[in-house]
């Protein structure tokens, strides 16, 4: 099962990892008063479908605009105008195929001060059964792709399952970001939440990307995947009622 981007996130901000403020929305009226209640001057505008490529994917109806499903916009009133152009039209990225996916909720959260944008995933790896941390500083990319031209990039760190998530190993995942300072605190109480998360929860998968270190020197999931094993969801209370049934 998966679920979408804001509820993944709630999930997460269950267990401390950094998440920044939003809400979701089902129509332009609720988008804007998303918006008001969070910090300006930057609002980000998401339209929440179950694929990737959201933002530079495009919309099939003109009325939708030329941006994509992600947009950043500097106030209330754009907040409003974007989700009214995104609700209801149909998105094509490059997972939905060319048929799209009709957009029927948004995410409006508050934009935040960019400086670098990793990726960061956790998994049970197939072979072994393993929980693995997969990280790169290639962030925002298909992440695929990355490890079809450029391998080396991609950093992969085991967790032994007698131990769990160790400090060492997330300070590993940190420096093979490049992170420094304040950073790897930062990270790696992310990953400790992460992985709390992603054990409590029998999650399958967590994808953090872009992971976004800002200019104070936060560590952020900007955006969040999270698959879940249908046959382990009788025990998470909180999460079955997350599927969707059309969309």
Same mark, same amino acid.
């Given at each position: 099962?998966?679920?979408?981007? *804001? &509820?993944?996130?709630?999930l997460?901000a269950? #267990?401390?990892?950094a998440?920044?403020?939003?809400?979701v929305?089902?129509?332009? +009226?609720? /988008?804007? &008063?998303?918006a008001?209640?969070?910090?300006?001057?930057?609002?980000?505008?998401?339209?929440? %479908?179950?694929?990737?490529?959201?933002?530079?994917?495009?919309?099939?109806?003109s009325?939708? $605009?030329?941006?994509?499903?992600?947009?950043?916009?500097?106030?209330?009133? @754009?907040?409003? &105008?974007?989700?009214?152009?995104?609700?209801?039209a149909?998105?094509?990225?490059h997972?939905?195929?060319? +048929?799209?996916? +009709?957009?029927?909720? !948004? *995410?409006?959260?508050? $934009?935040?001060? %960019?400086?670098? +944008?990793? #990726?960061l995933?956790? =998994?049970i790896?197939?072979?072994?059964?393993?929980?693995? %941390?997969?990280?790169?500083?290639?962030?925002?990319?298909? !992440?695929?792709?990355?490890?079809?031209?450029t391998?080396?990039?991609?950093?992969?760190v085991? !967790?032994d399952?007698?131990?769990?998530?160790?400090?060492?190993?997330?300070?590993k995942?940190?420096?093979?970001?490049?992170?420094?300072?304040?950073?790897?605190?930062?990270?790696?109480?992310f990953?400790?939440?992460m *992985?709390? /998360?992603?054990?409590? =929860?029998?999650?399958?998968?967590?994808? %953090?990307?872009?992971?976004?270190?800002?200019?104070? @020197?936060?560590?952020?999931?900007?955006?969040?995947?999270?698959?879940?094993?249908?046959?382990?969801?009788?025990? &998470?209370?909180?999460?079955?009622e997350?599927?969707?049934?059309?969309?």
């Amino acid at each position: 099962m998966n679920i979408h981007e *804001y &509820q993944g996130k709630q999930l997460l901000a269950k #267990y401390g990892v950094a998440v920044l403020d939003g809400g979701v929305a089902y129509t332009p +009226e609720e /988008a804007e &008063q998303v918006a008001k209640r969070l910090e300006g001057p930057v609002w980000v505008v998401k339209s929440q %479908i179950h694929a990737g490529g959201r933002g530079k994917g495009s919309f099939k109806e003109s009325e939708a $605009g030329e941006a994509g499903g992600v947009r950043v916009v500097k106030s209330v009133e @754009d907040v409003r &105008q974007n989700a009214d152009q995104m609700l209801g039209a149909t998105l094509v990225t490059h997972q939905t195929g060319d +048929e799209g996916k +009709e957009v029927k909720r !948004i *995410y409006v959260e508050s $934009g935040c001060d %960019i400086r670098r +944008e990793l #990726y960061l995933s956790m =998994l049970i790896d197939r072979a072994t059964s393993v929980v693995t %941390i997969m990280a790169s500083t290639e962030g925002g990319m298909d !992440i695929e792709e990355v490890a079809a031209e450029t391998p080396e990039k991609i950093h992969m760190v085991t !967790i032994d399952p007698v131990t769990g998530l160790m400090p060492y190993h997330a300070r590993k995942v940190a420096f093979a970001l490049g992170l420094e300072g304040k950073q790897v605190s930062a990270c790696v109480k992310f990953l400790v939440g992460m *992985y709390k /998360a992603f054990t409590d =929860l029998d999650v399958s998968l967590v994808e %953090i990307n872009p992971l976004v270190v800002t200019g104070d @020197d936060q560590v952020i999931a900007f955006d969040a995947k999270m698959h879940f094993d249908d046959n382990a969801l009788y025990r &998470q209370e909180g999460v079955e009622e997350m599927r969707d049934t059309d969309e």
